[in-house]
Antibody, heavy 122, light 106 residues
C-alpha cells in the first residue's frame, strides 16, 4: 500500500522560510515522479511543483517560481519542498502526491498524502 | 492561460445519474483526469486519461472528453459519492485544476 506522510508544516511569519518533507513507502520510490499540490482552506486544488524520478527535470507553478525548490532523496525515499519568502497567499494544506509515471508532466496524480498545514501569519 | 471551468455545485437524488462537466479550450489536445475529495479527506483519483478507472474505483464512475468538454458521470449515485470533484489537465508543463464541483446526493 502506498503511503505518503508529510511533515514540516506549521506557523511561520511572512518573509520567512519553511521546509516540507514527505516520507514515501509501499512502492519503488525512484521509479516515479513526485509532486506537491496545495489547497488553501476551503478552496480548490493548486499544483505547486513536480520532479522527475531522477531529479533530472522539475517544474513549478508561476505563483511559486523562484521562491520554492523541490528536491528528492531516492536513497531515503523522501521528497522535499523548500519554501522561501513566504506570503499569506501561501497559507494552505500541502499534499505530497505520487505520479503515475516517471516524468513529472503529462501524467496523473495517483496517490496523495494526508497533507500538512502551512500557515503564514504575523 | 489555460483554464478549466466546472459548475460550483450539482445535486442528484440517490440512484440517479450525476453529470459533472469541465470545459476548456485545449481539451482536444490533452487527457483529463478527475479527483474525488470527500469532506476532510485527501483527493482520490477516480478517472485518468479521459475515461479510465483506477483499480478499486466502482464501475458507476465513467468519463468522456469530447475535445471541448470533459464529463464525469456517476451512474446510480450513492450517498458515499457526496464530495467535491476536480477535473485536471496539463497545459504543456503546468498542471491545471478546475475550480471544483460540490456533488450533493439527496
Amino acid at each position: 500500500e502506498v503511503q505518503l506522510v508529510e511533515s514540516g508544516g506549521g506557523l511561520v511569519q511572512p518573509g520567512r522560510s519553511l521546509r516540507l518533507s514527505c516520507a514515501a513507502s509501499g512502492f519503488t520510490f525512484d521509479d516515479y515522479a513526485m509532486h506537491w499540490v496545495r489547497q488553501r482552506p476551503g478552496k480548490g486544488l493548486e499544483w505547486v511543483s513536480g520532479i522527475n524520478w531522477n531529479s533530472g527535470g522539475v517544474g513549478y507553478a508561476d505563483s511559486v517560481k523562484d521562491r520554492f525548490t523541490i528536491s528528492r532523496d531516492n536513497a531515503k525515499n523522501s521528497l522535499f519542498l523548500e519554501m522561501n519568502r513566504l506570503t499569506t497567499e501561501d497559507t494552505a494544506f500541502y499534499y505530497c502526491v505520487k505520479d503515475a509515471g516517471n516524468n513529472w508532466y503529462n501524467e496523473d496524480f495517483d496517490s496523495w498524502g494526508q497533507g500538512t498545514l502551512v500557515t503564514v501569519s504575523s | 492561460s489555460f483554464e478549466l471551468t466546472q459548475p460550483p455545485s450539482v445535486s442528484v437524488s440517490p440512484g440517479q445519474t450525476a453529470t459533472i462537466t469541465c470545459s476548456g479550450d485545449k481539451l482536444a489536445n490533452t487527457y483529463v483526469s478527475w479527483y474525488q475529495q470527500r469532506s476532510g479527506q485527501s483527493p482520490v483519483l477516480v478517472i485518468y486519461q479521459n475515461a479510465n478507472r483506477p483499480s478499486g474505483i466502482p464501475g458507476r464512475f465513467s468519463g468522456f472528453n469530447s475535445g471541448y468538454t470533459a464529463t464525469l458521470t456517476i451512474s446510480g449515485a450513492q450517498a458515499v459519492d457526496e464530495a467535491d470533484y476536480y477535473c485536471q489537465a496539463w497545459d504543456s508543463t503546468t498542471a491545471v485544476f478546475g475550480g471544483g464541483t460540490k456533488l450533493t446526493v439527496l
